[in-house]
């Protein structure tokens, strides 16, 4: 009896210390998000590619824009940038609600500030915020596809409904008046231009507005000889001294010319220092919204003739100069400079918005790549996870005062919203699964980046 008391005894041991393994692996499971899926997302490539200045080889709209190959992606993004025919990423990255209209939903993990990564589409008859007939003043007719032959809008209709609270409604005047005497900068490549033009047709509700200045020469926004169009737009609202404006820097690198008295001459692409637009100009701004990724790749940096230096010579550092780390490298370094002038501007505030997903699905750019999907939020609705889908940009601002913008996750459920085969000066077979519509998903990046200021 006795004996098999103390069997009995320590049969029940092992049981509760299997137990409480058991219990211990559930609450790890759940703090990396693993059991909130109800869809899974297979993710499409996110290639890094190179838009040339206005003066340089390639163009700013997506009717005269290539989408080019790209240089071997880090392994931070490896797992998001798989083809869709792919297996799915792991499940503790990504989870998806299907059900667009379930406003019974319970996301896990109560968040204690709002944040915006996480959250769902849910449909908004109230949108969009402004006509893509009426914004002709401010928006490229390139990115109207309201001017185009597409006849499905069901894409504008969507509006962002963050997981732990509710996202203010953005209203135009009550807008301009926060941003009374301030200046909003919006710095990088096509996709900023492209929120650059959003937010100027949100402000003015997509209507004519003369009385809207054209400041551009005060920021040297002129054209250039040879050039189609300046390296940046500015307008200021009188009413409220509110100046909105964007520069073209498609890598955050400042360029300078080997020998100026040449137009031939190639150009030294420092790594290591940010655009001069921004150092010229930085004590004039109060918001700044900063963005590369794409268009980082060997054929843009030879038909520009542009050549990578570091510390003012060129580039020595062989693991440097692989195109994906000399890319990561400068977005480390401009934010950190940045971070670094933050206490002499105090009226400043810094966002560096993630990188914008493509959506080229059984093929590429120029090998019959499409996104001819119309059917909003096929791939589910929804996201909650713990990290952005851009791992670099959480990276880089990680341990700095520049907050992240990150629009990657809740911009990937949206491939409907892309210009695709509608673009009004579009080459035969040849899709724009890179740029979005307007009014469509940009406003979206606003409505976040104005939540937040």
Not at 90 to 113: C, H, T
Not at 363 to 379: H, I, R, V, Y
Not at 382 to 393: E, F, L, R, Y
């Given at each position: ?21 058991f ?32 003066k340089?080889?390639d ?6 824009e290539?989408f ?12 998001i ?34 944040n ?29 596809c ?23 409604e953005?209203e ?35 209507k004519?507005?003369?009385d ?80 590369t ?15 990578m230096?570091?510390?003012?010579a ?10 994906w ?35 080229f699905?059984n ?17 589910g609705s ?12 959480e ?14 996750a ?21 899709q724009?699964c890179?740029?979005?519509c ?16």
């Open positions: 009896m006795r004996f098999g008391s103390i069997n009995g005894l320590r049969w029940k041991q092992i049981k509760l210390v299997v137990l409480a393994f219990m211990m692996f559930l609450l790890w499971k759940w703090e990396k998000g693993t059991y909130f899926n109800t869809e899974i997302l297979q993710q499409d490539s996110l290639v890094l590619t190179q838009q040339a200045k206005s340089f080889v163009q700013h709209t997506s009717s005269e290539d080019p190959s790209a240089d071997p992606l880090p392994q931070s993004l490896l797992k940038e798989k083809q869709v025919t792919t297996a799915p990423p792991p499940l503790s990255m990504i989870g998806y609600s299907v059900d667009v209209a379930d406003d019974n939903e319970v996301l896990p993990s109560e968040k204690k500030e709002c915006y990564m996480n959250g769902k589409w849910v449909s908004d008859n109230r949108r969009p915020l402004y006509s893509g007939f009426g914004c002709k003043q401010w928006l490229s007719e390139s990115w109207s309201r001017l185009t032959q597409r006849t499905d809008f069901e894409y504008e209709k969507f509006r962002w409904q963050p997981e732990a609270c509710e996202m203010p953005f135009a005047s009550q807008f301009l008046r926060r941003m009374q005497d301030k200046t909003i900068a919006y710095v990088g490549d096509s996709l900023g231009r492209q929120m650059f033009q959003s937010m100027m047709c949100m402000v003015t509700g997509g004519h507005r003369p809207v200045e054209d400041v551009g020469r005060e920021y040297g926004f002129v054209l250039a000889p040879g050039a189609k169009r300046p390296d940046g737009w500015a307008y200021r609202f009188p009413s409220t001294n509110t100046t909105i404006l964007y520069h073209w820097s498609s890598t955050l690198c400042d360029l300078e010319p080997l020998n100026p008295s040449d137009p031939a001459t190639s150009y030294a692409m420092h790594l290591d220092r940010p655009p001069a637009f921004l150092k010229n100009n930085l004590h004039r701004f109060h918001v700044i919204v900063l963005n990724g794409h268009h980082w790749n060997r054929g843009k940096l030879r038909a520009n003739k542009w050549e230096y570091l510390d003012g060129p580039n020595k550092n062989r693991n440097i100069a692989v195109i780390k000399a890319k990561n490298f400068t977005i480390h370094s401009v934010v950190k400079w940045l971070d670094a002038q933050l206490p002499h501007h105090p009226q400043l505030k810094v966002f560096y918005r993630s990188i914008s997903p493509r959506h699905f093929g590429e750019w120029n090998t019959g790549g499409s996104c001819d999907n119309t059917n909003p939020l096929a791939k929804g996201i909650h996870q713990n990290h952005s889908d851009d791992a670099d940009a990276s880089a601002v990680k341990g700095t005062r520049i907050k992240l913008l990150d629009i990657t809740l911009s990937r459920l949206r491939d409907e919203g892309h210009i695709s085969r509608y673009s009004i000066k579009a080459t035969p077979g040849v724009d890179l740029h979005w307007l009014p469509g998903v940009p406003d979206t990046w606003n409505e976040i980046l104005a939540a937040q200021l």
